[in-house]
């Protein structure tokens, strides 16, 4: 890999004085790609995506021997470099992305803003246009409408799609998206894929992906880490997730549902203790 | 076991109607879905139903009797709702464990010394997990935590809005096992809403499609196993569905399909 965006080594993070151990030696470098995340619920993934952008509440403990975007190193950055780097240069959606809008002032407004706030020079008319532009492009119906609407009154998937728009309009190098399309119905689902990949690929982007979708990961990101219990125990081409090693990975696989022959029973994993001492790998 | 007749919702006497006279009826004991694009009015129903919303057209009847836009106590004992953002539905500053306890206190129902380490064990999650706040959980657990708290009054009647859409495939099989042997048991009935056709083919024997606020199709199940579903917009979506993780997902490809 040429000169990585971000590089991430021995990433250590826990919670209440040492009590939780939330990210146990996580190692990888983003490149110009489209690198997936997945793993099971509470192995830390969220975790690591805010820990990148600094995110994480004053319990939270980060160590690592190496966190870098570009030269900075993320770690001993003033907050005022943060805040240049925050939006601007990487872009972050959070998980809960209707939680990350400011309730009081209407969507279009809060995306405004934030085109604003990069690009001072654009007077509020054309800021508003953008706006529409971009709510058009992410597929939602009546753009005029819901840029008007609070963050309560737009539904779960207009929430997601809001903050995707709210992200893409600042056109930061690296984009972090932490289960950005999980309340998108299939067909706007690849609506709003295939213009994030767009951009990727235009602009030369570095994004994670994090997803519990594998079909999604399989067919749209370029590389993806398995996360188990704060730890990455699998790295695979993404056209390769078929074939994954790793048991836990392979039981993911394997319950997944399927519409045209559902099982009576799902399959569920058994967890096996070792898999939580096998050392971590780096990607 | 639930009954909707005309449903029509709008917000504000002057905006235009969000849900336009839907109606469907979901027999006891058994899993009825509800799916369609995203904004369509989904959730929005199951909060009528739910009583969230009072300000609905139409009637809504649990089993066989109309329920008053205002619902009584003993109506919450019944229907219980999992919220499609666990977040906002869940209580900030309140612990995991009391916000388990409450809907039994609400109910004047006893507090059973192992009720929250027992439900938290059922949804996957360790019970030392009771101690903490909602925003020292992962998305996952909190949507877990969401279920558990559904689940604890043992209630006839689930309203389940997106119940798995933040957890891992796995952790989603034990809680789709999980419902269908609570099906199985004890006769629940589930009202489903997904954008997982598959989640919704696991555990439905009806489906209703929705499209701009009205059901354009309702179907047995195996119509959409087998693909057949007529209205053009439930073939839109069930083919997407169907070709999902096995076609490309790059902008050339999707351009020229579409
Ligand atoms: N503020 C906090 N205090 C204590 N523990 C925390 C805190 N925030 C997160 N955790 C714990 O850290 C672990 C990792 O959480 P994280 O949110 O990164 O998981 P995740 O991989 O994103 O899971 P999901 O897929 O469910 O969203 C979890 O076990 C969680 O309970
Ligand atoms: N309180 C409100 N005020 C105004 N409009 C609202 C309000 N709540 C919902 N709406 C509108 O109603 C429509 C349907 O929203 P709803 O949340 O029911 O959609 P949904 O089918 O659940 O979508 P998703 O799959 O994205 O969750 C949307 O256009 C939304 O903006
Ligand atoms: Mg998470
Ligand atoms: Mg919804």
Redesign the pocket.
């Known amino acids: 890999m040429t000169e990585p965006l971000i590089d991430v080594r021995n990433m250590e993070i826990s919670f209440a004085h040492g009590f939780v151990k939330a990210v146990r030696g996580v190692s990888f470098q983003l490149g110009r790609e489209k690198l997936g995340i997945v793993g099971e619920s509470g192995s830390g993934k969220s975790t690591v995506g805010r820990a990148i952008m600094r995110l994480l509440p004053p319990t939270a403990k980060v160590t690592a021997d190496r966190m870098t975007f570009h030269d900075t190193d993320l770690l001993a950055a003033s907050e005022k470099r943060m805040m240049e780097i925050r939006g601007k240069q990487i872009g972050l959606i959070l998980q809960d992305p209707k939680y990350s809008l400011n309730p009081v002032m209407r969507v279009g407004e809060q995306i405004a803003e934030t085109y604003r706030l990069h690009y001072p020079k654009v007077g509020r008319k054309a800021a508003e246009t953008k706006v529409l532009e971009m709510l058009e492009a992410v597929k939602i119906r009546d753009p005029q409408r819901?840029f008007r609407?609070y963050p309560?009154?737009?539904?779960?998937?207009?929430g997601q799609r809001i903050m995707i728009a709210m992200m893409l309009i600042a056109e930061p190098e690296v984009l972090i998206a932490d289960e950005p399309t999980s309340?998108l119905?299939v067909t706007v689902r690849l609506d709003v894929l295939a213009l994030l990949d767009e951009l990727v690929s235009r602009r030369n982007l570095g994004l994670i992906f994090i997803s519990h979708d594998l079909n999604l990961i399989r067919k749209f990101c370029d590389r993806v880490l398995i996360m188990y219990a704060g730890r990455v125990v699998e790295v695979l081409k993404a056209s390769e997730l078929d074939n994954a090693q790793h048991p836990y990975t392979q039981g993911l696989l394997a319950s997944l549902p399927s519409i045209e022959n559902p099982p009576a029973r799902l399959p569920v994993l058994t967890r096996d203790p070792s898999w939580l001492t096998q050392p971590t790998i780096g990607a | 076991m639930i009954d909707v007749e005309n449903l029509t919702i709008r917000?504000g006497p002057r905006s235009p109607l969000?849900v336009k006279g839907v109606s469907f009826s979901v027999e006891r004991g058994k899993s009825f879905g509800l799916v369609?694009e995203?904004?369509?009015?989904?959730?929005?129903v199951l909060r009528a139903i739910s009583g969230l919303n009072r300000n609905y057209g139409g009637r809504i009847s649990l089993d066989g009797k109309p329920l008053e836009p205002e619902r009584s106590k003993a109506f919450f004992r019944d229907v219980q709702m999992v919220f499609?953002d666990p977040y906002g539905s869940l209580h900030p500053r309140k612990t995991v464990r009391s916000q388990l306890i409450e809907p039994l206190r609400n109910q004047n129902l006893p507090i059973k010394e192992n009720a929250v380490a027992d439900v938290l064990k059922a949804v996957g999650l360790d019970p030392s997990l009771g101690y903490r706040f909602p925003h020292q959980l992962s998305g996952g657990q909190r949507q877990r935590v969401a279920i558990a708290r559904a689940l604890i009054l043992d209630p006839p009647v689930l309203l389940l809005d997106e119940p798995t859409s933040a957890l891992d495939v796995s952790v989603q099989a034990e809680i789709l096992n999980l419902l269908a042997d609570l099906q199985k048991e004890r006769g629940l009935t589930y009202l489903l809403v997904s954008?997982d056709m598959a989640v919704i083919a696991h555990l439905c024997s009806r489906v209703a499609i929705m499209n701009g606020g009205e059901i354009v199709e309702e179907t047995g199940i195996d119509q959409i196993r087998s693909g057949h579903v007529q209205h053009p917009y439930s073939q839109r979506l069930l083919s997407a569905s169907r070709a999902y993780g096995k076609q490309e997902m790059r902008p050339a490809e999707i351009m020229s399909s579409a």
Do not use: I, P, R
């Open positions: 819901v609407l309560h009154e737009v539904s779960g998937g207009m309340a119905d | 917000f969000v369609g995203s904004g369509c009015g989904k959730s929005t499609q954008h």
